[in-house]
């Protein structure tokens, strides 16, 4: 390789690293969605599933923060419905104090039934 197709190569990976080191992380927002009258009791698993109309995210030092979520939002409301009561991160920056969540991904599996022989 002559000394230009160098130059070349170098200067198009300069560019490359350059233009990835100015892109930053998106803002993680850790906790799990609760209905909002569940957040003055600190109640995750025992939020009423009929509170699912108000969610906010529950953080585990007691704050809560509402986030962007239905048709027109990356976040739809299938997403919450499935993550209710789970520990959850929201990817995105907070936009006038609301999250505006563009990845919504669950931190708990669902729980799975274990069989316990106990004293058989």
């Not at 025992?46 to 995210?57: A, E, F, K, T």
């Not at 007691?62 to 986030?67: A, D, I, N, S, T």
Request: contains cysteine.
């Amino acid at each position: 390789m002559g000394a230009r197709a160098r130059l070349m190569v170098g200067l198009a990976a300069a560019t490359l690293l350059a233009g990835n080191a100015g892109a930053a992380e998106p803002d993680q927002w850790d906790g799990w969605i609760v209905g909002r009258p569940c957040v003055a009791e600190l109640r995750i698993v025992d939020c009423p599933l009929s509170l699912v109309g108000d969610p906010v995210l529950l953080m585990e030092d007691g704050r809560h923060l509402v986030f962007r979520y239905g048709d027109k939002a990356p976040v739809k409301e299938t997403d919450i419905d499935a993550a209710y009561g789970r520990k959850v991160r929201f990817l995105g920056p907070i936009e006038d104090g609301v999250i505006a969540a563009v990845r919504l991904d669950l931190l708990e599996a669902v729980g799975e039934k274990k069989f316990f022989k106990g004293c058989l």
